[in-house]
Nanobody, 124 residues
Framework: QVQLVESGGGLVQAGGSLRLSCAAS????????MGWFRQGTGKEREFVAA???????YYVDSVKGRFSISRDDAKNTIYLQMNSLKPEDTAVYYC??????????????????WGQGTQVTVSS
């Protein structure tokens, strides 16, 4: 059974940093794109960042220069380093994996597996 488990969320003041982790089990995703999405209260789930099997990355404009996605295939884990956090970054953050190992995508429909989410709250 494939599982993605996020950790690292919490409450932080504006300008602070958090590092999210997403550990996969049940299969390896070392050659497959994985991504981070977020969903604020009353909002649609939105793309944040993605990383390909070769390490290429892509970010939504609102987090460029502040967030960094990375992966450690030996640990079957991806990370999201979030710096200079803003109140508008407050959301539940989800990691996702593309089991078909296609190209990088911002679409939720492309990703087959999802974690349960971790809450990030940024106070002003």
């Amino acid at each position: 059974q494939v599982q993605l488990v996020e950790s690292g969320g919490g409450l932080v003041q504006a300008g602070g940093s958090l590092r999210l982790s997403c550990a996969a089990s049940g299969r390896t995703f070392s050659r497959c794109p994985m991504g981070w999405f977020r969903q604020g209260t009353g909002k649609e789930r939105e793309f944040v960042a993605a990383i390909s099997g070769s390490g290429s990355t892509y970010y939504v404009d609102s987090v460029k220069g502040r967030f960094s996605i990375s992966r450690d295939d030996a640990k079957n884990t991806i990370y999201l380093q979030m710096n200079s956090l803003k109140p508008e970054d407050t959301a539940v953050y989800y990691c996702a994996a593309d089991a078909r190992c296609g190209g990088l995508s911002v679409l939720t429909s492309v990703y087959d597996y999802w974690g349960q989410g971790t809450q990030v709250t940024v106070s002003s």
